[in-house]
C-alpha cells in the first residue's frame, strides 16, 4: 500500500487520506480549508461562497478499514466519503470520513481480485469498482443493487 493516497478537491474540502501505519488502516488527515481561486466571471452555482461550518467535534483521526492490505483508497470532492478496497478484492466499503463509521459495504466478488481503481459518480449517487476480471460493478450509494458490466 505504499503511496496511497487521496484528497478531496472542492473548494473549502479539508481531507487527506493515506494508508496508515497499521495493515488495512486509513490514516485522515483534517487539513485547514482552502479558499477556492477567484473566479474569472460570475461564480459558478457549484461553487460554495464560504467554508461550511466547522465540526462540533473533533473529527476522526484512523479508520480501521480491512484487516488486509489496502488496495485503493478514493474520496469524494466533498471529502464526505472515503471508499476502500483491500487485496482481497472482494469487499468495498464506503466511510463517513468525520466519524469514521462504516456507510455502506458491498460484495464486488466471492473470489479474489485485482482492484484497478474505484471512482464515486459526481451526484455522489453511485460507486463504481473495476478489477481485473474484466468488469465494471457500480452500487448505488442509496440502495443494495448493482449493475455489472461485462
Known amino acids: 500500500c505504499v503511496g496511497l493516497v487521496a484528497i478531496a478537491t472542492a473548494a473549502y474540502s479539508t481531507l487527506l487520506a493515506i494508508a496508515g501505519r497499521q495493515l488495512g488502516h486509513v490514516q485522515l488527515i483534517h487539513l485547514p480549508p482552502c479558499r477556492p481561486p477567484a473566479p474569472k466571471s460570475p461564480p459558478s452555482p457549484t461553487i460554495p461562497r464560504g467554508?461550511?461550518?466547522q465540526?462540533?467535534?473533533h473529527p476522526i483521526s484512523v479508520i480501521a478499514?480491512?484487516?488486509?492490505?489496502?488496495?485503493?483508497?478514493t474520496v469524494l470532492p466533498s471529502g464526505r466519503l472515503l471508499a476502500t478496497t483491500s487485496s482481497r478484492g472482494t469487499l468495498l466499503r464506503v466511510w463517513d470520513s468525520h466519524t469514521g463509521k462504516l456507510?455502506?459495504?458491498?460484495r464486488r466478488g466471492s473470489d479474489k481480485?485485482?482492484?484497478y481503481g474505484v471512482a464515486f459518480r459526481?451526484?455522489?449517487q453511485d460507486v463504481c469498482v473495476w478489477s481485473d476480471k474484466g468488469t465494471v460493478h457500480v452500487f448505488s450509494l442509496s440502495g443494495t443493487s448493482y449493475v455489472l458490466c461485462v
Open 122 to 124: 459526481p451526484d455522489e
Open 55 to 57: 465540526p462540533k467535534n
Open 113 to 115: 481480485a485485482d482492484i
Open 51 to 53: 467554508p461550511p461550518p
Open 103 to 106: 456507510v455502506k459495504e458491498f
Open 65 to 73: 478499514a480491512h484487516s488486509s492490505t489496502l488496495r485503493t483508497l
